[in-house]
């Protein structure tokens, strides 16, 4: 009788999973392309052929895809805003490690206070010292890579647009996807926290 019981069980709980776990195909469609444009997103931030490649497929795929990099060229925090005028949301792209002072910045793994709501709070905040073990700390390199990503500027400024934080603001309904790979995924999950307060 109890092997009858579980077994009942059982094919209740096979019969009710698919209906409250499985959103259905088109959810799945959608979800599985999301994540097949932020891995081509992510591959399009870096420099070179590949990048390249990616960045032309996107191009003719309508996306709209600017590059913003760092005052003085490719060194430090580079990413990419590529928007879609049909598409509900924005991909942000950062690069990871592409060169030695990307090495040097992911060597650089003492911790920090990471606490703020602007970027001049999260910049006083990392340079406090004393803090307990109890408040929020993440890696020193990573928050530098975040930080100065706030002075990127666009690759070909022959049209002014506007930064992520920028874009978030103008439209807070739009969704954003921030991704990257290796030091690109970590600051994208420091800047997705940092942005929470802006949406």
């Not at 795929?61 to 990413?79: K, L, M, S, T």
């Not at 650089?108 to 004393?130: M, Q, W």
Request: with cysteine; net charge neutral.
């Amino acid at each position: 009788m109890k092997r009858l019981w579980r077994l009942c069980l059982i094919l209740c709980l096979l019969a009710y999973h698919p209906a409250l776990g499985h959103a259905g195909a088109k959810e799945d469609y959608e979800e599985a392309y999301i994540l097949y444009l932020t891995a081509a997103a992510s591959a399009a931030a870096y420099n070179g052929r590949i990048g390249e490649l990616v960045n032309r497929y996107l191009e003719q795929d309508g996306w709209n895809v600017e590059h913003y990099i760092q005052p003085r060229g490719r060194a430090g925090a580079r990413y990419l805003i590529a928007q879609k005028k049909e598409i509900p949301y924005i991909i942000a792209a950062i690069v990871g490690t592409e060169n030695d002072k990307d090495i040097e910045t992911d060597l650089k793994f003492d911790k920090v206070y990471f606490a703020g709501s602007t970027p001049e709070e999260f910049a006083a905040n990392a340079t406090k010292r004393e803090i307990p073990d109890s408040e929020p700390k993440v890696h020193r390199g990573f928050h530098q890579f975040v930080q100065a990503g706030l002075s990127a500027v666009l690759h070909n400024p022959e049209q002014g647009r506007l930064s992520l934080p920028d874009l978030l603001l103008n439209d807070p309904a739009r969704k954003v996807y921030i991704t990257g790979h290796s030091l690109g995924g970590a600051a994208a999950t420091l800047a997705g926290a940092r942005l929470q307060p802006i949406t």
